[in-house]
């Protein structure tokens, strides 16, 4: 069993208009925090003694970061957890915030994948969702990182964007594929309470994407993101042969990982745990020795075949039947005869000798798929 390492990173310099994720616009508490998250890091670096085979640095945006700052985080996690020599590293990078000095700690750390949010290639519809950088700010990030020697690049694009056109979509597809990346994700925008364009939205600023448009792009990105050489392995994800991501394959076969900092989430000897989203009752809580876990779930058998089911079947190859058996004692058909039988009928669901996968319209349908399994 493979173990991972994610770390959050609140701060961002300005807020996405689509982001309800954890971050801030202000840096004014990012010292104390990364105290308070350093010895986080110690904490469980003592309490588990396992090779760690994956590390995410997400956020927020990292690089919003203080150089400093951002330096001491990766020397704690080199100086004190086991590496595995074929680690996989990567770090969330925004194009508007990669300075020079970055680009030096990237180059004298184990880091060696570089996740860039983009979203898309057109810089009018950058502005529109609140993007601080543009196309031209990716590419030039894009050399910097392949002139440190980091080749192991994904790119984030999202589609169903305010008044973006089915056109638009395929031009950023086709230019982010010419360039040496290795990995895409590709999401639909989802309008979330609390936003900017969530409001814009309700105040009737813009039209959301019909249902038939957001599957037109999203057939598209499996179409163009094909010809240019990556294959998809998840709903969201496609990758260069080699290149598929192991941290999110780690979060989708259920394997265990640690979860650090402000809200952060991890998965421990069979329990499921976030960190309080608070930001001066975590740098209190760590400072004073209290908890600062904010929920914590025992995973019981039940639930984790749940989620071996919801989050295995994300995945293009789906689920194999032999690990369900192996994991739980029982044939999958034992427990979830009935739900594949109707998937099956109902064309969303492939079965094979193996595996059991989600077919094209099984994607389409994916939530309402995997909400039959809980």
């Not at 700690?105 to 184990?110: F, M």
């Not at 929920?295 to 295995?312: A, H, P, R, W, Y």
């Amino acid at each position: 069993m493979n173990t991972g390492l994610y770390v959050h990173i609140p701060f961002c310099q300005s807020k996405c208009y689509y982001c309800d994720f954890l971050s801030i616009a202000d840096n004014s508490l990012e010292d104390v925090y990364v105290s308070a998250l350093v010895e986080e890091l110690k904490r469980y670096s003592r309490k588990v003694k396992r090779k760690i085979n994956t590390i995410f640095i997400g956020g927020g945006t990292p690089t919003a970061l203080s150089v400093n700052l951002l330096s001491k985080i990766c020397e704690v996690i080199e100086d004190n957890f086991i590496l595995d020599k074929d680690i996989e590293w990567t770090i969330e990078v925004n194009p508007g915030t990669l300075t020079k000095s970055h680009l030096q700690i990237i180059k004298n750390t184990s880091i060696n994948r570089v996740s860039l949010g983009l979203q898309s290639s057109c810089n009018n519809l950058l502005k529109k969702i609140g993007r601080i950088h543009t196309f031209e700010d990716w590419e030039n990030t894009i050399n910097d990182l392949l002139g440190i020697g980091i080749t192991n690049i994904n790119t984030d694009l999202m589609f169903a964007l305010p008044s973006q056109t089915l056109h638009d979509w395929k031009c950023t597809l086709a230019r982010v594929s010419q360039y040496p990346i290795t990995h895409i994700s590709a999401y639909a925008l989802i309008l979330e309470k609390n936003t900017k364009l969530y409001n814009d939205y309700k105040n009737g600023l813009f039209l959301i994407t019909s249902e038939d448009v957001d599957r037109q792009m999203y057939a598209t990105a499996k179409e163009i993101l094909s010809s240019y050489g990556f294959f998809q392995y998840e709903i969201s994800n496609w990758a260069k042969n080699g290149y598929k991501c192991k941290h999110n394959i780690l979060y989708w076969t259920l394997d265990e990982y640690i979860g650090v900092g402000l809200g952060a989430s991890g998965y421990l000897n069979n329990i499921r745990y976030t960190n309080t989203d608070d930001l001066k009752k975590y740098i209190q809580g760590i400072d004073h020795g209290t908890d600062i876990i904010k929920e914590e779930d025992v995973i019981t058998n039940k639930m984790s075949m749940e989620e071996f089911m919801f989050l295995g079947l994300r995945m293009i190859r789906g689920i194999c039947k032999k690990d369900f058996k192996n994991r739980y004692g029982k044939n999958i058909e034992e427990i979830y005869g009935y739900e594949i039988n109707k998937w099956k009928n109902e064309k969303a669901l492939i079965e094979n000798e193996t595996n059991i996968y989600l077919t094209n319209f099984g994607i389409d349908i994916s939530n309402t798929v995997f909400a039959s399994f809980l």
